[in-house]
């Protein structure tokens, strides 16, 4: 079983800058990709960023630019660096792992944190 917990959210004005982390923990598991989802009120969810492993990233074209999805494997940790924020970035972001224990292969969500870009 793998836990993510969320943490970063708040509320900044429009062209600041926010930076999420997400932790995985557990035992008997390793964490292959790692991402960051969005929902806003009314929208379905959506992707934000997704990073491998090894590192190779893909970004919504929404976020390219402004956006910076890393991670510290031996942490099992995704961060997401959100500059030059508008206000249409505002909705709950998720973190989710695709985590294994050698035998299958499972996805994994955290809980979400609310991010509001607003004057």
């Known amino acids: 079983q793998v836990q993510l917990v969320e943490s970063g959210g708040g509320l900044v004005q429009p062209g600041g800058s926010l930076r999420l982390s997400c932790a995985a923990s557990?035992?008997?598991?390793?964490?292959?990709?790692m991402g960051w989802y969005r929902q806003a009120p009314g929208n379905q969810r959506e992707l934000v960023a997704v990073i491998s492993s090894g590192g190779s990233t893909n970004y919504a074209d929404s976020v390219k630019g402004r956006f910076t999805i890393s991670r510290d494997n031996a942490k099992n940790t995704v961060y997401l660096q959100m500059n030059s924020l508008k206000p249409e970035d505002t909705a709950v972001y998720y973190c989710n792992a695709i985590g294994t224990n050698g035998i299958s292969f499972r996805l994994y969500w955290g809980q979400g944190t609310q991010v509001t870009v607003s004057s």
């Open positions: 557990g035992s008997g598991f390793s964490i292959n990709n």
